[in-house]
Protein backbone atom coordinates (compact mmCIF):
# COMPACT_ATOMS: atom_id res chain seq x y z
CA UNK A 1 0.00 0.00 0.00
CA UNK A 2 1.41 3.19 -1.36
CA UNK A 3 1.19 6.27 0.56
CA UNK A 4 2.52 9.98 1.16
CA UNK A 5 3.09 11.29 4.55
CA UNK A 6 4.91 13.38 7.02
CA UNK A 7 6.52 12.79 9.81
CA UNK A 8 6.95 14.74 13.12
CA UNK A 9 10.49 15.35 13.41
CA UNK A 10 10.70 19.07 14.81
CA UNK A 11 14.94 18.75 13.70
CA UNK A 12 14.02 17.91 10.30
CA UNK A 13 11.52 20.15 10.02
CA UNK A 14 13.93 23.37 11.47
CA UNK A 15 16.42 22.24 8.88
CA UNK A 16 13.53 22.68 6.17
CA UNK A 17 12.55 25.88 7.30
CA UNK A 18 16.17 27.25 7.00
CA UNK A 19 16.99 25.69 3.42
CA UNK A 20 13.35 26.63 1.84
CA UNK A 21 14.03 30.18 1.02
CA UNK A 22 17.34 29.17 -1.34
CA UNK A 23 15.94 25.49 -2.11
CA UNK A 24 12.42 25.05 -2.65
CA UNK A 25 12.59 21.84 -3.47
CA UNK A 26 14.28 20.48 -0.41
CA UNK A 27 10.47 19.45 0.95
CA UNK A 28 11.15 16.58 -1.80
CA UNK A 29 14.36 15.37 -0.39
CA UNK A 30 15.91 13.23 2.38
CA UNK A 31 16.66 16.10 4.43
CA UNK A 32 12.29 16.30 4.53
CA UNK A 33 10.64 13.85 6.97
CA UNK A 34 7.67 13.84 3.68
CA UNK A 35 7.76 10.27 2.65
CA UNK A 36 6.28 8.72 -0.60
CA UNK A 37 6.86 4.81 0.33
CA UNK A 38 4.96 1.62 0.21
CA UNK A 39 4.45 0.47 3.82
CA UNK A 40 2.90 -2.77 3.01
CA UNK A 41 -0.57 -4.29 3.63
CA UNK A 42 -1.12 -3.44 7.58
CA UNK A 43 -3.05 -6.18 9.33
CA UNK A 44 -6.60 -4.79 10.71
CA UNK A 45 -5.45 -3.85 14.75
CA UNK A 46 -8.52 -5.06 16.12
CA UNK A 47 -11.60 -6.19 15.72
CA UNK A 48 -13.81 -2.90 14.57
CA UNK A 49 -11.20 -1.93 12.50
CA UNK A 50 -11.49 -1.78 8.82
CA UNK A 51 -9.64 -1.07 5.35
CA UNK A 52 -10.75 0.84 2.22
CA UNK A 53 -9.73 1.33 -1.23
CA UNK A 54 -9.28 4.72 -2.39
CA UNK A 55 -11.22 6.12 -5.60
CA UNK A 56 -10.82 10.04 -5.52
CA UNK A 57 -8.98 12.04 -2.81
CA UNK A 58 -8.84 15.96 -3.29
CA UNK A 59 -5.25 17.79 -2.54
CA UNK A 60 -6.52 20.32 0.62
CA UNK A 61 -4.51 23.71 1.68
CA UNK A 62 -3.80 21.57 5.09
CA UNK A 63 -2.07 18.46 3.83
CA UNK A 64 0.23 21.20 1.63
CA UNK A 65 0.66 22.85 4.80
CA UNK A 66 2.00 20.10 6.25
CA UNK A 67 4.11 19.08 2.98
CA UNK A 68 5.69 22.03 2.31
CA UNK A 69 6.71 21.87 6.44
CA UNK A 70 4.76 25.21 7.09
CA UNK A 71 4.01 24.15 10.57
CA UNK A 72 5.45 26.12 13.41
CA UNK A 73 6.38 23.61 16.54
CA UNK A 74 5.04 26.79 18.94
CA UNK A 75 1.14 26.68 18.05
CA UNK A 76 -0.56 24.98 20.69
CA UNK A 77 -1.45 21.66 18.97
CA UNK A 78 2.19 21.25 18.69
CA UNK A 79 2.15 20.85 22.96
CA UNK A 80 0.21 17.79 22.82
CA UNK A 81 1.55 14.47 22.05
CA UNK A 82 -0.55 13.51 19.16
CA UNK A 83 0.01 11.31 16.08
CA UNK A 84 4.15 11.05 15.40
CA UNK A 85 3.04 10.60 11.59
CA UNK A 86 0.67 12.41 9.55
CA UNK A 87 -0.28 10.73 6.57
CA UNK A 88 -1.36 13.11 4.18
CA UNK A 89 -5.19 13.51 2.37
CA UNK A 90 -8.81 13.38 3.83
CA UNK A 91 -10.68 14.58 1.18
CA UNK A 92 -10.82 10.67 0.13
CA UNK A 93 -13.75 8.79 -1.03
CA UNK A 94 -13.17 5.03 -0.94
CA UNK A 95 -14.75 1.34 -0.74
CA UNK A 96 -14.44 -0.80 2.09
CA UNK A 97 -12.57 -3.85 1.36
CA UNK A 98 -12.06 -5.90 4.51
CA UNK A 99 -13.93 -5.66 8.01
CA UNK A 100 -13.20 -6.69 11.45
CA UNK A 101 -15.72 -9.32 12.98
CA UNK A 102 -16.87 -6.58 15.27
CA UNK A 103 -17.62 -3.80 12.77
CA UNK A 104 -21.41 -3.29 12.89
CA UNK A 105 -21.78 0.23 10.97
CA UNK A 106 -20.33 -0.87 7.71
CA UNK A 107 -19.94 -3.75 4.97
CA UNK A 108 -17.55 -4.83 2.31
CA UNK A 109 -18.40 -3.00 -1.04
CA UNK A 110 -19.89 0.00 1.46
CA UNK A 111 -18.56 3.81 0.20
CA UNK A 112 -17.23 5.87 2.69
CA UNK A 113 -15.55 9.15 3.57
CA UNK A 114 -13.33 10.62 6.05
CA UNK A 115 -14.81 11.62 9.10
CA UNK A 116 -12.65 11.96 12.55
CA UNK A 117 -9.65 9.90 10.99
CA UNK A 118 -7.66 12.74 9.89
CA UNK A 119 -8.65 14.77 13.02
CA UNK A 120 -6.82 12.61 15.04
CA UNK A 121 -8.12 10.16 17.93
CA UNK A 122 -11.33 10.38 20.05
CA UNK A 123 -13.23 9.07 22.62
CA UNK A 124 -15.02 6.47 19.88
CA UNK A 125 -11.73 5.34 17.82
CA UNK A 126 -10.07 5.00 21.15
CA UNK A 127 -13.15 3.11 22.65
CA UNK A 128 -13.50 5.20 25.91
CA UNK A 129 -16.83 4.68 28.00
CA UNK A 130 -18.44 7.17 29.01
CA UNK A 131 -16.82 9.50 26.22
CA UNK A 132 -16.10 13.01 27.37
CA UNK A 133 -19.09 15.87 26.37
CA UNK A 134 -17.79 16.89 23.25
CA UNK A 135 -18.28 13.12 21.52
CA UNK A 136 -21.27 13.17 23.20
CA UNK A 137 -22.67 15.70 21.35
CA UNK A 138 -20.92 14.11 18.15
CA UNK A 139 -17.96 17.34 17.82
CA UNK A 140 -15.30 14.52 17.82
CA UNK A 141 -13.10 17.11 16.82
CA UNK A 142 -13.29 18.94 20.15
CA UNK A 143 -12.67 15.45 22.08
CA UNK A 144 -11.30 16.12 25.57
CA UNK A 145 -9.47 12.64 25.70
CA UNK A 146 -7.71 13.45 22.16
CA UNK A 147 -3.96 12.95 23.72
CA UNK A 148 -4.92 9.76 25.91
CA UNK A 149 -2.57 7.64 23.53
CA UNK A 150 -5.59 4.40 23.81
CA UNK A 151 -5.15 1.69 21.68
CA UNK A 152 -4.00 1.49 17.58
CA UNK A 153 -3.43 4.18 14.99
CA UNK A 154 -4.57 3.67 11.39
CA UNK A 155 -2.45 3.87 8.49
CA UNK A 156 -2.81 5.04 5.76
CA UNK A 157 -4.65 7.68 3.71
CA UNK A 158 -5.95 9.49 0.77
CA UNK A 159 -3.08 10.64 -0.67
CA UNK A 160 -2.42 6.95 -1.56
CA UNK A 161 -4.05 3.31 -2.37
CA UNK A 162 -5.77 3.13 0.57
CA UNK A 163 -5.84 3.03 4.49
CA UNK A 164 -7.16 1.42 7.56
CA UNK A 165 -9.65 2.78 10.46
CA UNK A 166 -11.68 2.31 13.22
CA UNK A 167 -15.15 2.18 12.25
CA UNK A 168 -16.39 5.25 13.69
CA UNK A 169 -13.64 7.32 11.75
CA UNK A 170 -15.38 6.76 8.48
CA UNK A 171 -18.80 7.58 7.16
CA UNK A 172 -21.02 6.20 4.89
CA UNK A 173 -22.09 7.45 1.28
CA UNK A 174 -25.70 7.77 0.05
CA UNK A 175 -25.74 5.56 -3.57
CA UNK A 176 -27.57 8.83 -5.12
CA UNK A 177 -24.25 10.19 -4.91
CA UNK A 178 -21.62 10.41 -7.76
CA UNK A 179 -17.74 9.66 -6.51
CA UNK A 180 -17.22 13.27 -7.15
CA UNK A 181 -20.31 14.82 -5.21
CA UNK A 182 -19.01 11.89 -2.55
CA UNK A 183 -15.27 12.88 -2.36
CA UNK A 184 -16.83 17.06 -2.10
CA UNK A 185 -18.93 16.54 0.92
CA UNK A 186 -15.65 16.75 3.30
CA UNK A 187 -14.86 19.79 1.50
CA UNK A 188 -17.82 21.63 1.11
CA UNK A 189 -18.99 20.79 4.99
CA UNK A 190 -16.59 23.09 6.12
CA UNK A 191 -18.36 25.60 4.12
CA UNK A 192 -21.39 24.76 6.05
CA UNK A 193 -20.61 24.56 9.73
CA UNK A 194 -18.54 28.08 8.75
CA UNK A 195 -21.87 29.60 7.74
CA UNK A 196 -23.29 27.98 10.72
CA UNK A 197 -20.99 29.27 13.34
CA UNK A 198 -22.45 32.82 12.40
CA UNK A 199 -25.80 32.17 10.29
CA UNK A 200 -26.26 35.54 8.54
CA UNK A 201 -30.12 37.42 8.92
CA UNK A 202 -32.13 38.14 6.22
CA UNK A 203 -30.43 40.86 4.32
CA UNK A 204 -27.49 40.92 5.99
CA UNK A 205 -24.23 41.83 4.31
CA UNK A 206 -21.61 39.70 4.03
CA UNK A 207 -18.44 39.28 2.67
CA UNK A 208 -15.98 36.45 2.10
CA UNK A 209 -12.01 36.87 2.43
CA UNK A 210 -10.90 34.52 -0.40
CA UNK A 211 -12.27 32.38 -2.91
CA UNK A 212 -10.02 29.82 -3.37
CA UNK A 213 -11.73 26.27 -2.60
CA UNK A 214 -13.02 26.95 0.96
CA UNK A 215 -14.11 30.45 0.02
CA UNK A 216 -16.50 29.26 -2.59
CA UNK A 217 -17.60 26.50 -0.61
CA UNK A 218 -18.60 29.17 2.23
CA UNK A 219 -20.62 30.83 -0.87
CA UNK A 220 -22.36 28.39 -1.46
CA UNK A 221 -23.19 27.43 1.70
CA UNK A 222 -24.20 30.94 2.80
CA UNK A 223 -26.52 30.90 -0.19
CA UNK A 224 -28.03 27.68 0.33
CA UNK A 225 -28.34 28.44 4.34
CA UNK A 226 -29.43 31.99 4.51
CA UNK A 227 -30.41 32.82 0.75
CA UNK A 228 -31.58 36.85 1.51
CA UNK A 229 -27.85 37.54 2.60
CA UNK A 230 -26.13 40.01 0.34
CA UNK A 231 -22.86 38.32 -0.59
CA UNK A 232 -19.44 40.04 -1.39
CA UNK A 233 -16.08 38.02 -2.27
CA UNK A 234 -12.75 39.04 -2.70
CA UNK A 235 -10.85 37.16 -5.23
CA UNK A 236 -7.40 37.10 -6.78
CA UNK A 237 -7.70 35.49 -10.17
CA UNK A 238 -10.48 35.78 -12.79
CA UNK A 239 -11.58 32.21 -12.97
CA UNK A 240 -12.08 32.56 -9.00
CA UNK A 241 -14.51 35.95 -9.90
CA UNK A 242 -16.20 33.78 -12.82
CA UNK A 243 -17.07 30.83 -10.20
CA UNK A 244 -18.11 33.08 -7.18
CA UNK A 245 -20.32 34.81 -9.80
CA UNK A 246 -21.95 31.16 -10.74
CA UNK A 247 -22.11 30.09 -6.88
CA UNK A 248 -24.13 33.18 -5.91
CA UNK A 249 -22.30 35.72 -5.06
CA UNK A 250 -23.46 39.63 -5.71
CA UNK A 251 -20.61 41.53 -5.92
CA UNK A 252 -16.81 40.44 -6.53
CA UNK A 253 -13.95 42.36 -5.48
CA UNK A 254 -11.00 41.44 -7.43
CA UNK A 255 -7.36 42.84 -8.33
CA UNK A 256 -5.53 45.80 -6.70
CA UNK A 257 -8.56 48.06 -6.30
CA UNK A 258 -8.02 49.52 -2.61
CA UNK A 259 -9.73 47.13 -0.52
CA UNK A 260 -11.20 49.15 2.16
CA UNK A 261 -12.17 51.55 -0.17
CA UNK A 262 -14.21 48.69 -1.47
CA UNK A 263 -15.43 47.97 1.64
CA UNK A 264 -16.63 51.32 2.66
CA UNK A 265 -18.41 51.83 -0.91
CA UNK A 266 -20.76 48.32 -0.41
CA UNK A 267 -21.48 48.72 3.00
CA UNK A 268 -21.74 52.75 3.52
CA UNK A 269 -19.35 52.69 6.03
CA UNK A 270 -17.05 55.89 6.90
CA UNK A 271 -13.30 55.10 6.23
CA UNK A 272 -10.41 56.86 8.16
CA UNK A 273 -6.97 57.41 7.58
CA UNK A 274 -4.25 57.72 10.65
CA UNK A 275 -0.82 57.71 10.78
CA UNK A 276 1.50 55.56 8.85
CA UNK A 277 -1.03 53.91 7.00
CA UNK A 278 -3.21 53.22 9.70
CA UNK A 279 -7.25 53.18 8.69
CA UNK A 280 -10.26 51.98 10.35
CA UNK A 281 -13.87 51.94 9.14
CA UNK A 282 -16.98 52.99 11.42
CA UNK A 283 -19.56 50.39 9.89
CA UNK A 284 -18.83 47.70 7.43
CA UNK A 285 -19.84 43.98 7.15
CA UNK A 286 -22.22 42.49 9.44
CA UNK A 287 -20.37 38.71 8.84
CA UNK A 288 -16.87 38.63 7.41
CA UNK A 289 -15.81 35.00 6.83
CA UNK A 290 -12.08 34.68 6.55
CA UNK A 291 -11.03 31.49 4.44
CA UNK A 292 -7.25 32.82 4.43
CA UNK A 293 -6.89 33.38 7.76
CA UNK A 294 -3.02 35.24 7.51
CA UNK A 295 -2.10 37.94 9.90
CA UNK A 296 -3.37 40.65 7.19
CA UNK A 297 -6.70 38.99 6.35
CA UNK A 298 -7.70 38.85 10.28
CA UNK A 299 -6.18 42.00 10.79
CA UNK A 300 -8.42 43.58 8.00
CA UNK A 301 -11.42 41.33 8.82
CA UNK A 302 -11.44 42.53 12.00
CA UNK A 303 -11.47 46.29 10.82
CA UNK A 304 -13.78 45.25 8.03
CA UNK A 305 -17.01 43.88 10.41
CA UNK A 306 -19.28 46.79 12.02
CA UNK A 307 -19.20 47.06 15.57
CA UNK A 308 -21.47 44.26 17.15
CA UNK A 309 -20.44 42.37 14.06
CA UNK A 310 -18.48 38.71 13.88
CA UNK A 311 -15.45 37.48 11.97
CA UNK A 312 -15.34 33.61 11.34
CA UNK A 313 -11.72 32.59 11.08
CA UNK A 314 -12.61 30.00 8.62
CA UNK A 315 -8.74 29.58 6.52
CA UNK A 316 -6.07 28.26 9.32
CA UNK A 317 -2.16 28.47 9.29
CA UNK A 318 -0.18 26.21 11.56
CA UNK A 319 1.50 29.20 12.68
CA UNK A 320 1.69 31.75 15.26
CA UNK A 321 0.18 35.38 14.22
CA UNK A 322 1.11 38.95 15.11
CA UNK A 323 -2.85 40.27 14.61
CA UNK A 324 -4.64 43.71 15.72
CA UNK A 325 -6.92 42.08 18.01
CA UNK A 326 -8.19 45.71 19.17
CA UNK A 327 -11.76 45.78 17.43
CA UNK A 328 -12.83 42.75 19.45
CA UNK A 329 -13.08 44.97 22.78
CA UNK A 330 -13.37 48.84 20.89
CA UNK A 331 -15.94 47.65 18.54
CA UNK A 332 -17.45 44.60 20.54
CA UNK A 333 -16.39 42.12 17.18
CA UNK A 334 -16.83 38.45 17.73
CA UNK A 335 -13.95 36.50 16.53
CA UNK A 336 -15.32 32.72 15.68
CA UNK A 337 -13.28 29.66 14.85
CA UNK A 338 -14.51 26.88 12.85
CA UNK A 339 -12.56 23.26 12.73
CA UNK A 340 -13.62 21.05 9.65
CA UNK A 341 -17.71 19.01 10.68
CA UNK A 342 -19.24 17.84 13.37
CA UNK A 343 -22.99 18.63 15.19
CA UNK A 344 -25.17 21.46 14.26
CA UNK A 345 -28.53 22.51 14.92
CA UNK A 346 -30.75 23.22 11.69
CA UNK A 347 -34.36 23.80 11.71
CA UNK A 348 -34.70 23.11 14.90
CA UNK A 349 -33.24 19.67 14.89
CA UNK A 350 -29.64 17.78 15.62
CA UNK A 351 -27.90 16.89 12.55
CA UNK A 352 -24.41 15.55 11.82
CA UNK A 353 -22.66 18.26 9.19
CA UNK A 354 -21.88 16.06 6.60
CA UNK A 355 -25.61 14.80 6.86
CA UNK A 356 -27.07 18.46 6.24
CA UNK A 357 -24.32 18.87 3.56
CA UNK A 358 -25.53 15.94 1.53
CA UNK A 359 -29.38 17.14 1.73
CA UNK A 360 -27.92 20.43 0.36
CA UNK A 361 -26.18 18.21 -2.55
CA UNK A 362 -29.38 16.38 -3.43
CA UNK A 363 -31.27 19.53 -3.35
CA UNK A 364 -28.95 21.02 -6.05
CA UNK A 365 -28.15 24.16 -3.83
CA UNK A 366 -24.63 22.95 -3.63
CA UNK A 367 -22.20 22.10 -6.42
CA UNK A 368 -19.50 20.02 -6.25
CA UNK A 369 -17.94 18.47 -10.07
CA UNK A 370 -17.41 21.37 -11.38
CA UNK A 371 -14.93 22.70 -8.51
CA UNK A 372 -12.85 19.52 -9.60
CA UNK A 373 -10.57 21.18 -12.51
CA UNK A 374 -7.56 18.72 -12.36
CA UNK A 375 -7.16 15.38 -11.76
CA UNK A 376 -3.69 13.27 -11.42
CA UNK A 377 -2.65 9.82 -11.29
CA UNK A 378 -1.00 8.98 -7.95
CA UNK A 379 2.33 8.41 -9.68
CA UNK A 380 2.42 12.27 -10.83
CA UNK A 381 1.98 13.53 -7.29
CA UNK A 382 4.32 16.42 -7.54
CA UNK A 383 2.68 17.65 -10.56
CA UNK A 384 -0.53 17.74 -9.00
CA UNK A 385 1.06 19.52 -6.18
CA UNK A 386 2.55 22.12 -8.02
CA UNK A 387 -1.22 22.45 -9.87
CA UNK A 388 -2.62 22.73 -6.61
CA UNK A 389 -0.68 25.35 -5.40
CA UNK A 390 -0.41 27.53 -8.52
CA UNK A 391 -3.39 29.26 -8.63
CA UNK A 392 -2.69 30.81 -12.06
CA UNK A 393 -3.46 27.17 -13.75
CA UNK A 394 -7.09 27.83 -13.12
CA UNK A 395 -6.94 25.42 -10.11
CA UNK A 396 -10.04 25.20 -7.87
CA UNK A 397 -9.73 21.48 -6.70
CA UNK A 398 -6.96 18.94 -7.44
CA UNK A 399 -7.56 15.52 -7.04
CA UNK A 400 -6.01 12.00 -7.22
CA UNK A 401 -7.97 9.77 -9.41
CA UNK A 402 -7.33 5.64 -8.24
CA UNK A 403 -10.37 4.74 -10.40
CA UNK A 404 -8.35 4.02 -13.94
Sequence with gaps: MRAIYVDKDIPRMLIVKALKPVWHDVVYSRLSSVRFADIGEPPLPGDRWLRVRNLLCGICGSDLSLLQVEADPHIAPAALPGNQRFYLGHEVVGVVTEVGKGVTR???????IM???????????????????HCRAGNFQLCENA???LGPRGQGGGWGDGFTAHETEVYPIPEDLTDEQAMMVEPLSVGVRAALRRLPQPNERVLVVGAGIIGLTVVQAVRALSPDAHISV??????????ARQLGADVVIKGKQDLYEAVADITGAKLYRGMMRNRMLLGGFDVVYDCVGSAQTTTDSLRWARAGGAVVMVGIK????KVDLTPVW???????GVYAHGAEIWDGR???????TIDLLRQGKLEAEALITH??????WREAIRTAQDKRTGAIKVAFDYRT
Design 330 to 336: YQEVDLI
Design 106 to 112: HKVGDRV
Design 115 to 133: DGRFQGANCLSQEISPPCQ
Design 375 to 380: RFPLEQ
Design 350 to 356: PIHTYDL
Design 234 to 243: MARYDHQVEM
Design 318 to 321: FSPL
Design 147 to 149: SAG
